[in-house]
């Protein structure tokens, strides 16, 4: 027999096939736990076997898409994983999204079958779907309950009987993993198609993680690459995963204490949250030996308070679904380097390049361009976007850009500047609202901030900054507008600032500046 251990030493193998060796081997290891109770790696093993019977018995065949629109649960990644073991292509969908955007994407995906719990079953009821339906939670959508959909079945219905096998499929490292949706920020959301080898280079990087022993906190959601980066590799090396469903800082801490957790992988604002808890120091997180971000820029100050009170690493990822480079900045080990987010990981190459594709000369800004064994395969169905997405060097070497612009400094480590479309002109003066944020941050009336460039007739853009008032703040707006202004340069100082009681923000942390630019672009005259 082959063990994990033997698979883990290779160059290649599928996360279906580790899983059936954990179940083997440590069959009695809880797997998954959510809200309402655990599985072990034996019944997650048997599960996903009758998940992809399932699937085979409805046609549904290897390379098709499966979508899921659910709460996370231990039932979501049983069909998660069940539908890769089939050699399908998992598609999560964010259920955020609007019924209508959510019901383009299934279509987009081509998938034939959809995973649907309740809730989401009830909203996408009078969209067009033509795929089959298959619904969470087992027992049906509760009292009252009625299907939405001609032909929708519980999942236990669904399922074959307790034992069944699936006929074997033979899965290569090119092949689709999973297809993730981008969060369409900025515009109509493209299918990313992650490979195998993808997953494997997200699974094997971390063999000094300590993931065959961890416990870790899941309380973002499973249709974000951000969530899959943790639970993945969880999974891969046997593992236990603990999936939160909607996300409270304190019940965060009350669960990581009750499972004594050791790794997590949360966003910079759950951190921020959870760091202002007035009695955050009075939670036992002694078990934690390794926590990570990724997804938003996560300012010096915090991270240098993660790293003063909360026990084990602190690690900030930089990379980006579509794979690319990923760079990794140890905070516990670098404290004066909490401004950046470090430097490329091994076998990960970043280069920059200005706006004409040149690579700019060391120690300028330019945009951020990488490759790695961790690269998507395209977006699904739009080759044009995915050869935009490219740039390629002067040996025909594949690089994804990654749309952001920065700068290393001599040690190489990677300064963020800002995303590249997010750069306001002003007057011909490149401005970069990460500047103007770290400095409208540190005014103490202010909790969260973020600027963004509106049309302006005099200077071409002009920048506008939002903020949340911090509680028990006194300052005004106009006499914070005034004291952020006296701090910047001439060039760069807002025309406008906002007071709004949240700043819309993706499920995974990232402001929505589309939505502020959005909110402005018809009420905010030129200057």
């Known amino acids: 027999m082959t063990t994990a251990a033997d698979m883990l030493a290779t160059g290649f193998a599928t996360l279906p096939d580790l899983i059936r060796a954990h179940a083997l081997e440590r069959g009695n290891r809880t797997a998954v736990a959510d809200a309402q109770g655990s599985i072990d790696y034996r019944t997650l093993d048997a599960m996903m076997d009758r998940i992809a019977a399932a699937l085979q018995r409805d046609g549904v065949t290897s390379g098709q898409a499966v979508a899921i629109v659910a709460a996370a649960s231990t039932d979501y990644a049983a069909a998660f994983l069940g539908s890769v073991r089939a050699g399908c292509v998992a598609t999560p969908i964010a259920p955020s999204a609007t019924p209508a955007a959510i019901a383009a994407m299934i279509a987009d995906s081509g998938a034939p079958l959809v995973f649907l719990d309740a809730e989401n079953a009830r909203a996408l009821e009078g969209q067009l779907l033509t795929a089959r339906i298959v619904l969470f939670p087992r027992e049906g959508g509760g009292p009252g309950w009625a299907p939405a959909f001609a032909g929708e079945q519980s999942f236990d219905e669904w399922l074959t009987p307790p034992e069944t096998k699936p006929i074997p499929v033979a899965i290569g490292p090119e092949d689709p993993f999973n297809i993730i949706y981008s969060s369409g920020t900025t515009g109509t959301p493209k299918g990313i198609v992650q490979s195998h080898a993808m997953r494997w280079a997200h699974i094997s990087r971390n063999n000094a993680a300590g993931f065959d022993t961890a416990v870790t906190m899941i309380a973002t959601p499973l249709y974000s690459n951000t969530t899959l980066v943790s639970f993945l590799p969880t999974l891969g090396w046997g593992g236990t995963v603990v999936l939160m469903g909607k996300f409270d800082a304190r019940a965060y801490l009350e669960l990581a204490q009750r499972y004594r957790a050791t790794h997590t992988m949360l966003v910079p604002v759950q951190y921020q949250r959870i760091m202002a808890l007035p009695d955050f120091d009075d939670f036992d997180l002694s078990a934690f030996r390794f926590k990570t971000s990724t997804s938003a820029p996560f300012s010096a ?9 909360w026990p084990g690493v602190l690690v900030e990822f930089y990379g980006m679904t579509e ?3 990923s760079c990794a900045l140890n905070a516990t080990a670098n404290p ?11 076998g990960h190459e970043i280069r920059l390049i200005d706006d004409d594709g040149i690579e700019v000369a060391p120690g300028e800004m330019g945009e951020v361009v990488g490759r790695s064994p961790a690269m ?10 995915t050869r935009d997405a490219e740039w390629h060097d002067a040996d025909g070497n594949r690089y994804i850009r990654h749309g952001d612009v920065g700068r290393f400094d001599e040690d190489g480590f990677l300064t963020l500047m800002d995303r590249k479309k997010d750069l306001i002109i002003s007057g011909g003066f490149n401005i970069y609202p990460s500047d103007l944020e770290a400095v409208l941050a540190h005014h103490p ?18 920048p506008v900054g939002f903020y949340v008032p911090r509680d028990g703040a006194r300052d005004d707006t106009s006499a914070i507008l005034a004291w952020v202004n006296k701090q910047l340069g001439k060039t760069q100082r807002l025309s406008a600032l906002f007071a709004t009681d949240e700043l819309p923000r993706s499920a995974i942390g990232k402001v929505l500046k589309r939505e502020l630019r959005d909110r402005l672009a018809a009420s905010l005259p030129s200057s």
């Open 445 to 462: 009336a202010v909790a969260d901030c973020a600027v963004i460039g509106v049309p302006s007739e005099a200077w071409g853009e002009t």
């Open 323 to 325: 794979g690319g480079a």
């Open 376 to 385: 998507m395969n395209g977006y699904h169905g739009r080759s044009e976007a």
């Open 336 to 346: 004066t380097k909490l401004h950046t987010v470090g430097q490329p990981m091994p």
């Open 301 to 309: 100050t915090l991270k240098a308070d993660v790293v003063a009170r």
